[in-house]
């Protein structure tokens, strides 16, 4: 049963490397320190969310389209012009070696319950966390357009 569960998990995490976030691929083992701080996008909407040591975080002109109003948006394209919110809620990584964050709202604040992120690591060394903008799209099928990317601002 272990194998079959890590051979899925290596086929899908290969299919995320390939296609996902483009010129960067997973990285695993991000520490609580490298996660928090800041992070925002640099072009419309400028989303920034940022993640507090406490468990807690905070995002600022985020597109309602992501987790909010799931399915309503699948690409960056679709996000363009869109509603935007303020919102907070709590963090929590996957365990040891994780790549992943799982962001849930704070009560009433939208339809949704949260989102994920996965952690990037660049060419250039930097961190990106990239949030799939539809729930619909699995991992294995997304693309680059699939993706809503924050960079992380230096501290």
């Known amino acids: 049963m272990r194998r079959s569960t890590i051979a899925v998990l290596a086929a899908a995490l290969s299919s995320l490397v390939l296609s996902g976030c ?68 709590t963090w929590a990584t996957f365990g040891e070696g994780a790549y992943q964050l799982e962001f849930l709202f704070d009560r009433h604040q939208c339809s949704g319950a949260g989102f994920e992120g996965f952690i990037w690591k660049r060419g250039d060394g930097q961190l990106d966390i990239c949030v799939i903008i539809s729930e619909a799209i699995l991992p294995d099928d997304a693309k680059a357009r699939n993706y809503l990317v924050l960079r992380k601002l230096p501290d």
């Open 22 to 89: 483009s010129s960067s691929q997973l990285y695993f083992g991000a520490t609580v320190p490298q996660v928090t701080g800041a992070w925002e996008r640099s072009s419309a909407p400028q989303a920034k969310l940022v993640i507090d040591e406490n468990g807690t975080f905070r995002a600022t002109v985020w597109p309602v389209a992501v987790a909010c109003e799931p399915g309503s948006a699948q690409t960056l394209d679709d996000l363009e012009g869109g509603d935007t919110r303020d919102l907070s809620g």
